[in-house]
């Protein structure tokens, strides 16, 4: 057991590191609420205390209910408060750091599933995710683990495995509905790892759907007594207000004001070396696709809800409507410095001069990622209003109400943060200006 422990702490110790900072700048912050959290808080609320997540209107709450009994369970152990809740969505904001490098370990190994977690656990989307009460925290933790379990089952072929990641995509699909764009990447892994000899069945498509039927069944049929089908038809989609002349950019705009033009540079470099050098980078180019994949199904069917159908909620909470999309970004963007490293070793690419160049713009749109993270951090937090916009002039951006933070106090945690980040990445970076030096 100690040897096991000890050989544990030598292969993921740097991950220790990087949860640290994304524990001190989370616990830092205080919690912040919009009409959303309020809303799920209420639900959660009477989950506790009745049994079924009402709201005060006599109905129920038009989400899925896992989440809710999850909250349930931790009022009724440490107390009914706001701050409770806030603290165990903080968690599973934290586990969905860890998963996030395991994950990126397992598609591209440990350095981008480290430089991933890093970029995850500053970014201000993230992180102002993780300090309010909303379910979104829980569904990405279920997804990635649902993600992680699923490739692990594609690549050896288990159907014991197949039934797991299904069980936990029936429980994710039970916590928010959002979950159902798990199946993109999901199924990619199938076609993408085919050599594996693993083969799509009717039996292991049915091991892996059948707990979600089963639960979705047992619930909406049962317990919530509702029509099967009624939740996939939420007041988001039959909201009597529709939006008018929204901005062609609405998510752009959300994109930057959230996570940064930083990590969107890296992505797009990081796709074009993958697409330019695709025989170099044959091991990145199809979990490139995977990613870029997700990221384009999750945001067109987003625009499609809002310029095809006028639909405002997914316009104006576009800061939720998407979440899902920010790991597999930050997976694409930390994937640069790897494929960096590589490219050093091709000796058709040219000469020293363009090999250090390639090198030092993937550092730098690391550490320029993560600075980055923490300028907006510092910046959202000397007011008590956070705005994150979709649209300047017309519709109400997606507004977070927190008590004010010492800027000084709130700075120095940052410095902490980035340096406990940075000295996390560098056992990881060393082999990397190693094969440089060699090369060189």
């Not at 300090?131 to 992680?148: A, E, H, P, S, V």
């Not at 039934?163 to 959002?178: D, M, R, Y």
């Not at 330019?276 to 069917?301: E, N, P, Y």
């Not at 320029?368 to 951090?377: C, F, W």
Request: with cysteine.
């Amino acid at each position: 057991m100690r040897a096991n422990l000890k050989y544990f702490l030598k292969e993921h110790y740097p991950m220790i590191g990087i949860l640290a900072a994304s524990l001190i700048v989370s616990v830092s912050m205080g919690t912040y609420q919009n009409w959303d959290s309020t809303l799920e808080f209420e639900a959660a609320t009477n989950t506790a205390n009745l049994g079924f997540p009402y709201l005060s209107t006599g109905f129920m709450i038009n989400q899925p209910p896992v989440g809710f009994y999850l909250d349930a369970l931790v009022f009724k152990a440490f107390g009914l408060s706001y701050v409770n809740g806030v603290g165990f969505m903080t968690f599973f904001g934290l586990a969905s750091v860890v998963l996030l490098y395991a994950l990126g370990n397992l598609l591209y190994g440990k350095a981008t599933g480290l430089a991933a977690a890093a970029l995850f656990s500053l970014n201000p989307w993230h992180v102002f995710m993780s300090r309010m009460f909303l379910i979104d925290n829980q569904f990405l933790f279920f997804g990635l683990l649902c993600l992680i379990v699923g490739d692990i089952a594609v690549r050896k072929g288990s159907e014991k495995l197949i039934l797991i990641s299904g069980a936990i995509f029936a429980v994710a699909l039970l916590t928010k509905l959002f979950s159902v764009f798990l199946l993109v990447p999901l199924v990619l892994f199938y076609f993408t790892q085919r050599q594996t000899g693993f083969k799509l069945t009717l039996k292991r498509v049915l091991l892996f759907l059948v707990p979600s039927l089963v639960l979705h069944a047992v619930w909406y049929g049962g317990f919530a007594n509702q029509h099967f089908f009624g939740v996939y038809f939420p007041t988001d989609f039959i909201h009597p207000v529709l939006v008018t002349n929204p901005s062609s950019i609405f998510w752009l705009t959300l994109m930057t004001d959230s996570a940064g033009w930083l990590i969107l540079v890296a992505t797009s470099l990081s796709l074009v070396l993958s697409f330019s050098f695709r025989k170099h980078l044959a091991g990145f180019f199809k979990v490139d696709l995977v990613c870029a994949a997700t990221i384009a199904v999750v945001l067109g069917l987003n625009s499609l809800l809002v310029f095809a159908f006028g639909l405002i909620v997914p316009y104006v909470s576009v800061f939720k409507y998407s979440y899902i999309t920010l790991p597999f970004f930050c997976l694409l963007a930390a994937s640069l410095i790897k494929k960096s490293a590589l490219m050093v070793n091709f000796g058709n690419l040219g000469n020293i001069r363009l090999k250090a160049v390639l090198l030092a713009t993937g550092l730098v749109l690391l550490a320029g990622t993560v600075i980055e993270n923490a300028l907006y951090l510092n910046q959202y937090l000397t007011h008590t209003l956070v705005a994150f916009d979709v649209d300047s002039s017309t519709y109400y951006p997606f507004n977070l109400f927190s008590p004010h933070i010492d800027g000084l106090y709130f700075q120095a945690v940052l410095s902490v943060a980035l340096f406990l980040i940075a000295l996390s990445l560098v056992p990881s970076m060393k082999p990397l200006f190693g094969k440089f030096r060699k090369n060189s």
